[in-house]
């Protein structure tokens, strides 16, 4: 029996419910937002939102609007359901790294028991410099004569 294509409605309730388990009021389709999850505090005044951005799968449209929604809170998502392939594995690692750089948080869906996984958090990108690569890079640098390749053949 062929399985339905998934769809970003498909994601809603398994993160709604992750958030309002965290404590969260959750409502989908907040102005461009998919989902906006603020808590109350004593006031009653929401604090800063948590925004999710929900698609089927990785795609650079998926980060532009993710990034868009930095411009208002820092607590920004994006979640896309869990594949179980070696490809999407390989996909989630790369952009698992491009989330961290920039400052967003990843979270995948397993949609057949809808269980929710935060791969990261939302938090400033600090990268850590690797003193032996740089080394090596120096080294081959000082040890070539004039300049015999062109740029962009490796």
């Known amino acids: 029996m062929a399985q339905k294509p998934c769809v970003e409605t498909d994601l809603y309730e398994p993160i709604k419910l992750f958030l309002q388990?965290?404590?969260y009021v959750v409502k989908s389709e907040i102005g461009a937002a998919d989902v906006v999850a603020c808590r109350e505090t004593d006031g009653g005044v929401p604090d800063?939102?948590?925004?999710?951005?929900?698609?089927?799968g990785f795609s650079l449209s998926l980060f532009h609007q993710a990034v868009a929604r930095q411009t208002i809170t820092d607590a920004?998502?994006?979640?896309?359901?869990?594949?179980?392939?070696a490809p999407f594995?390989?996909?989630?690692?790369?952009?698992?790294?491009?989330?961290?750089?920039?400052?967003?948080?990843?979270?995948t869906v397993r949609l057949r028991d809808g269980l929710v996984e935060v791969h990261c958090d939302p938090a400033p990108y600090r990268p850590v410099k690797s003193k032996p690569r740089r080394d090596r890079l120096l080294r081959e640098f000082a040890r070539r004569v004039g300049d015999p390749n062109t740029g962009g053949m490796t």
């Open 76 to 85: 920004v998502y994006i979640a896309v359901p869990r594949g179980a392939s």
């Open 21 to 23: 388990g965290q404590g």
């Open 48 to 56: 800063d939102p948590v925004i999710v951005e929900l698609k089927t």
């Open 89 to 107: 594995a390989r996909a989630l690692k790369a952009n698992l790294g491009l989330a961290r750089r920039l400052g967003l948080g990843l979270i």
